[in-house]
């Protein structure tokens, strides 16, 4: 559950990190000044992602074991 809930705000905050990009110029500053400010919420995004996707497999596979146990004890 907590893994749907790290790779749902993870995919939010990428997602606008990504229209933002698109909507917005490098500007006045120049591409140099945008992408130094871009890049760390982004790479942060994507490993969070990585994580929230990783707790949710792991969270499938225990619960299985668990109603395994369940119905063997049974």
Not at 50 to 73: F, N, R
Request: hydrophobic content about 50%; aromatic content about 16%; glycine content about 14%.
């Amino acid at each position: 559950m907590i893994g749907l809930i790290i790779l749902g705000l993870a995919s939010v905050g990428l997602f606008s990190i990504l229209w933002y990009t698109l909507l917005t110029g490098p500007g006045y500053y120049g591409i140099d000044y945008y992408w130094k400010f871009l890049i760390p919420p982004t790479a942060g995004a994507v490993v969070f992602i990585l994580i929230g996707w990783y707790m949710m497999k792991s969270g499938v596979k225990k619960g299985k074991e668990k109603e395994i146990q369940l119905l063997k004890q049974q």
